[in-house]
C-alpha cells in the first residue's frame, strides 16, 4: 500500500507549492498600480501598467461570444497600447485582465471580487445580463467603472449606481423594436413567445409582449426553456397547437440554432424572431437552412454602417476571424475608458470616474454619450432578417432613450444628437 | 389529440437515448456498486469522434449511410478503450477503498473528460454535418422523422442484443455471478478483474450509440452536453432501478415521455400557474413518488448490504 500514499502525499505537496507559488505570483500585481496612481515617477517618461478587467463567459454553450467581446477588448488593448499614450507623464501600458464567468450568476460575483482585489482599474463586462446585474454592485462598493458591451436588461442601469454605463441599447428599446416589428411590418396577430429564464432572455421577452400588445397582436403562448437545453420539442408541440403567426425567443443563439431546426421538423411554418443573443452567424451555422427568414435584432447598427467601422472591422477578422455580435461594443467599451483616463489625466478609478460620466466619444460603433443613468444616448437598434445564410439589414433605428413605458419605437424620431449613421432612419433591402 | 401523440413521440424519442445512456450507468452500478459520474462525458466524447470521422469522410464520396456507420464504428471503439482505461486508471485501483472514494474519482474523470474535450474540440458548439436527409412523416397531425425512427428502432435492437449478452452468454453469466457475489465468483474461477472492466467497455459502447445519436437528432454537439444528459440518464436508472436493466430502460423511456408530457401539460393542468419551466421538476416529482412507494426504484430487487 506504500506505493500508492506516497504518491498522494507528492500531490498534496505539489498543490501546496502550487497555491504558495500563485500567491507569491498574485502579490506584486496587486501591489503594483496603487502606487503607480499615487506617486510621480522620477525618470522622464517611465512606463506604468493600467490593468483593465473583462469578463465574459469563455466556457459553456456561448463561449463564443465570450471569446468575441474579449478579442474586441484586446483589440482596443493593442491600439491602445500602439498609441503609446501618456497620463499624468508616464507612458501607460494597458493590460486586459480576461476572466471567464461562465455566463453563471454566482461566478460573475466571484470573478468581479477577484478583479476587483486585483487593483484592475476598470471592468469592461459581463457579457449576459444575468452575470452583469449582479457583479454590479460590486464593482460599484469598489467605485470601479464597469462598462457593459452587452447586457441589455434596463435593471443593470436602474440601480442607482454611478459607475455602472452601457454602450448600447438596452432591452426596453430592443423590445419595443421587435414587438412592434412583428406586430405591425410582419403583421402578426398571434404570437407565441419563449424566453430562457436568464435575466437577458426573460426581461427581452417582457418587452416584446408588451410591444406586441400595444400594438394589437394576442400573445397566445408564453413558454419557458433554460440556457442550456437543446430539446424543445415539447414546448414546440404546445406552440404549435396555438398556430402563432410569429414565434419569438429571448435567449441567445445557442438555443435558437436548434430550436429552428426542431420547429422545421415539427412542421410548424410561424416565422421566427429573436433578439440580439441570436443575432449572430453562430446561428446560422447552428440552424443551416432552418434559419432562413429569421427576423432578429441588434442593438447598435450594422457592422457595415458603423461610422469607423471599416478599419475596425478589417483589424478584427485578419486577427480573430470573423465577427460575432458585440466585438465592436467591447472595443469601444474600452477605448471609453482610456478616454475618459486621458481626460482625467489619471488613472485611479476614483478620479476618472467622474469623466466616464462625461464621455462624448467616437468610436467604432459611433457616437458614445451617456445619460444620467449610464445608459447610452440614442442607441440604435437594427432588424435583421436572414437570407441565404447572411444576416441582412432591415432597417436601423435611433431608438429612442429612457422611456420605460412600451411605446412604439416605430415612431420617427429623428436623431437629435448627433450621431452620424444613426439620422437616416431608412429601409433598405437587398 | 394530435399534440398528445406528438408529445409522446417527442418522449419516446428522447426516453430512447436516456435510456441507453442509462444502460451504462446501470451496468456499473450492478456489478461493482459504483456511480460512474464520468459515464456522460463517454457519451460526449462519443459524439464527438463520430463528429470528427463523419466530417473527415464527407467529402471522399462514400455513401452517407456507410459514413455514418465508420464513425458510428470508430466511435464505438474509441468509447470502448476509453472506458476500459478509466477503469483502469481511475477505478480499480480505489476497488477496496470506501464507497465515496471512487465516486469523487468518477467526478474528477468527469470533469477532466469534458476539458480534455474542451481543449481537443474547442469551446464552440459544433454542428453535426446532416448525412441522412431528413424526411418528415405526418401521422394524424404529429409528425417524426426517419431519424427518430432509427434512434427508436437502434436503441431498441442494442438493447435486446444486451439482454441477450447478459443472459445467455458465458460472459453474461460470470457479469451476473459478480454482480452477486465478486468473492464466490472469483472462487469459482471467474476473472472478476476481467469481468468489471467487460461492463465498462460494454457501457461506453452504448454510450457511444447514443451519442452518436443525439449527435444525428439535435445535429448539434458541444464538450457541455454530455453532464445534464448525464444527469437525466443517471435519474432514469434511478427511476427504473439502479443495477437493473430493464429498470433502466423502462426508466429512460418514462422519464422522457413524462418531461414531455409535462412541457406540454403542466400548465393547463395547474391553470397557468406552473409554466414549463417546472419540466424537470415534474419529472423528479414522479421520481419522488415512486421513491416513497418503491424505494429501490420500479424494477429493482431489494438489495443486500454491499460493501
Request: aromatic letters at 6%; charged letters at 15%.
Amino acid at each position: 500500500m506504500n506505493h500508492v500514499r506516497i504518491p498522494g502525499v507528492l500531490i498534496a505537496l505539489a498543490a501546496s507549492l502550487a497555491v504558495i507559488g500563485c500567491g507569491k505570483k498574485e502579490e506584486p500585481k496587486a501591489a503594483a498600480p496603487a502606487p503607480v496612481a499615487a506617486a510621480p515617477a522620477p525618470a522622464a517618461q517611465p512606463e506604468i501598467i493600467v490593468k483593465i478587467g473583462h469578463v465574459a463567459p469563455l466556457t459553456g454553450p456561448i463561449a463564443h461570444l465570450g471569446k468575441d467581446n474579449e478579442n474586441g477588448a484586446r483589440l482596443a488593448v493593442d491600439d491602445a497600447n500602439a498609441q503609446k499614450i501618456v497620463i499624468d507623464g508616464n507612458v501607460v501600458k494597458f493590460e486586459l485582465l480576461g476572466e471567464d464567468d461562465q455566463a453563471d450568476p454566482k461566478t460573475g460575483t466571484v470573478v468581479a471580487q477577484k478583479l476587483v482585489d486585483a487593483k484592475v482599474a476598470g471592468v469592461v463586462g459581463h457579457l449576459n445580463s444575468g452575470t452583469t446585474i449582479p457583479a454590479s454592485s460590486i464593482y460599484n462598493q469598489a467605485g470601479l467603472p464597469q462598462i457593459s458591451p452587452s447586457a441589455t436588461n434596463p435593471k443593470y442601469t436602474q440601480q442607482g449606481f454611478n459607475t455602472a454605463f452601457r454602450v448600447m441599447a438596452n432591452d426596453v428599446q430592443q423590445g419595443s423594436v421587435v414587438g412592434t416589428y412583428a406586430a405591425k411590418d410582419m403583421g402578426a396577430k398571434k404570437i407565441a413567445i419563449i424566453d430562457d429564464r436568464t435575466a437577458y432572455g426573460q426581461g427581452l421577452a417582457d418587452e416584446v409582449e408588451k410591444a406586441a400588445k400595444a400594438n394589437g397582436a394576442t400573445v397566445v403562448a408564453r413558454e419557458f426553456t433554460n440556457d442550456k437545453a437543446i430539446d424543445f420539442k415539447a414546448i414546440l408541440t404546445k406552440i404549435k397547437a396555438k398556430n402563432p403567426d410569429v414565434i419569438f425567443l429571448g435567449g441567445m443563439d445557442a438555443v435558437g440554432g436548434p430550436m429552428l431546426k426542431q420547429m422545421k421538423e415539427l412542421g410548424i411554418t410561424a416565422k421566427f424572431t429573436t433578439g440580439d443573443g441570436g443575432c449572430s452567424p453562430e446561428l446560422i451555422k447552428l440552424a443551416g437552412p432552418a434559419s432562413e427568414g429569421v427576423i432578429c435584432t441588434q442593438a447598435g447598427l450594422p457592422v457595415d454602417k458603423l461610422p469607423n467601422g471599416q478599419k475596425f472591422v478589417a483589424d478584427f477578422t485578419s486577427k480573430y476571424g470573423p465577427i460575432q455580435i458585440y466585438s465592436p461594443y467591447s472595443y469601444d467599451a474600452v477605448m471609453v475608458l482610456i478616454d475618459a483616463m486621458k481626460r482625467a489625466n489619471s488613472v485611479d478609478p476614483a478620479k476618472y470616474l467622474p469623466e466616464v460620466g462625461k464621455t462624448s466619444y467616437d468610436g467604432v460603433t459611433g457616437k458614445v454619450e451617456f445619460d444620467e443613468k449610464g445608459d447610452i444616448k440614442n442607441g440604435a437598434i437594427t432588424v435583421f432578417e436572414i437570407k441565404d445564410g447572411k444576416l441582412v439589414t432591415l432597417k436601423s433605428e435611433g431608438g429612442a432613450t429612457a422611456a420605460a413605458a412600451p411605446m412604439p419605437a416605430a415612431a420617427p424620431m429623428p436623431a437629435a444628437a448627433p450621431m452620424p449613421a444613426a439620422a437616416p432612419a431608412t429601409e433598405e433591402k437587398k | 389529440m394530435d399534440t398528445l401523440l406528438q408529445q409522446l413521440i417527442n418522449g419516446l424519442t428522447l426516453g430512447a437515448v436516456y435510456a441507453l445512456v442509462a444502460l451504462g450507468y446501470t451496468m456499473v452500478y450492478g456489478i461493482i456498486g459504483l456511480i460512474n459520474f464520468a459515464h456522460g462525458e463517454v457519451v460526449m466524447i462519443g459524439t464527438m469522434v463520430a463528429f470528427t470521422v463523419i466530417v473527415a469522410l464527407a467529402g471522399s464520396g462514400l455513401p452517407p449511410l456507410l459514413v455514418l456507420s465508420i464513425g458510428l464504428a470508430v466511435a464505438v471503439v474509441v468509447c470502448m478503450a476509453l472506458g476500459w482505461s478509466l477503469e483502469r486508471v481511475a477505478y480499480r485501483p480505489l476497488r477496496g477503498a470506501p464507497r465515496l472514494t471512487p465516486l469523487i474519482t468518477a467526478i474528477g474523470m468527469s470533469m477532466v473528460l469534458q476539458n480534455v474535450a474542451m481543449i481537443i474540440w474547442g469551446r464552440n458548439y459544433i454542428t453535426f454535418p446532416p448525412m441522412i436527409t431528413k424526411h418528415i412523416y405526418s401521422v394524424g397531425g404529429a409528425t417524426f422523422t426517419n431519424v427518430q425512427v432509427a434512434i427508436v428502432s437502434l436503441a431498441a435492437l442494442v438493447m435486446m442484443a444486451l439482454i441477450y449478452l447478459v443472459h445467455r452468454t458465458r460472459i453474461g453469466m460470470a457479469m451476473r455471478a459478480t454482480a452477486q457475489n465478486p468473492h464466490v465468483a472469483s472462487l469459482m474461477g471467474v476473472d472478476i478483474n476481467r469481468v468489471i472492466a467487460m461492463a465498462f467497455v460494454i457501457g461506453s459502447a452504448l454510450g457511444a450509440v447514443a451519442g452518436c445519436m443525439v449527435g444525428s437528432y439535435y445535429e448539434i454537439a458541444h464538450y457541455q452536453m454530455g453532464f445534464m444528459l448525464g444527469l437525466k440518464a443517471f435519474t432514469a436508472a434511478v427511476l427504473g432501478g439502479i443495477g437493473n436493466l430493464a429498470g433502466a430502460m423502462a426508466g429512460g423511456l418514462l422519464l422522457g415521455v413524462i418531461e414531455a408530457l409535462g412541457a406540454g401539460y403542466i400548465g393547463q393542468l395547474t391553470g397557468d400557474f406552473l409554466g414549463s419551466h417546472y419540466q424537470d421538476i415534474f419529472a423528479f416529482i414522479v421520481l419522488i413518488i415512486v421513491l416513497m412507494f418503491r424505494p429501490s426504484g420500479l424494477f429493482g430487487e431489494r438489495e443486500g448490504d454491499r460493501a
